[in-house]
């Protein structure tokens, strides 16, 4: 089976451009996380999406959005990029809508750089 | 809320050696912890996963650790080092069966560099 897939793998923007960001999760889970890492940080959580509903958001602007489709994928979207927005985004997949107990399955990343 | 803490930015081992890489945590509920990997422009590979269960986990590629209430740790470790074995590694903690809907937080990483 596929596992979490997400595109582009890479990505180029300049500051005050806006980008989306793709996620499919793996077949029959429900819920889609997305999580930013800066480089040499550990991953820091965006935002978590159980049935096409938000159930839970990080500590970020309301430059980032995200939404997810009937089909379960995710978008990623971005805003007003700044230089402090490049980074691996990270998309995290699971079964069922409980981030405290469900084992969350990740994806390549896109890597983002803002020039 | 939860934090992780991970002694030790880089860790450096002889190959066939132990390999022990710390994590502490903080939480104030019962937390579930989670050891992932991440090779080079990869994303993160889960290791193991403690959940309240048995002290004492056993995940992927010989990897074990221990989940310690008293000192807050969960320690990873492997008996013998492998050269396949360099790599970032990533102690996280989540609210548990305590519900909330934050995610994973995340320690800073160790870089485990295996010496042959």
């Given at each position: 089976d596929a596992g979490v897939t997400q595109s582009p793998t890479h990505l180029i923007k300049t500051r005050g451009q806006h980008v989306t960001l793709r996620c499919s999760p793996i077949s029959g889970h429900k819920s889609v996380s997305w999580y930013q890492q800066v480089l040499g940080q550990g991953p820091q959580f965006i935002f978590q999406y159980y049935e096409k509903e938000e159930r839970g958001r990080g500590n970020f602007p309301d430059r980032f959005s995200a939404r997810q489709f009937p089909n379960y994928s995710s978008e990623l979207n971005v805003n007003a990029l700044l230089l402090g927005d490049?980074?691996?985004y990270l998309c995290a997949s699971s079964s069922q809508g409980a981030p405290g107990t469900d084992t969350q399955y990740f994806g390549p990343g896109t890597r983002l750089t803002v020039l | 809320a939860q934090s992780v803490?991970?002694?030790?930015?880089?860790?450096?081992?002889?190959?066939g050696a132990l390999v022990l890489l710390r994590c502490n945590y903080s939480s104030s509920v019962p937390p579930y912890l989670f050891w992932y990997v991440q090779y080079p422009n990869q994303g993160l590979q889960l290791l193991l996963k403690y959940t309240s269960a048995a002290t004492l986990v056993k995940g992927i590629n010989g990897f074990e650790a221990e989940f310690k209430k008293s000192e807050t740790s969960f320690h990873l470790t492997k008996p013998s080092a492998h050269m396949s074995d360099a790599a970032e590694y990533f102690c996280a903690v989540s609210a548990g069966s305590g519900g909330g809907a934050d995610g994973l937080t995340f320690g800073k990483g160790t870089h485990l560099i295996i010496q042959p």
């Open positions: 490049s980074a691996l | 803490t991970q002694l030790g930015s880089h860790v450096s081992v002889s190959e």
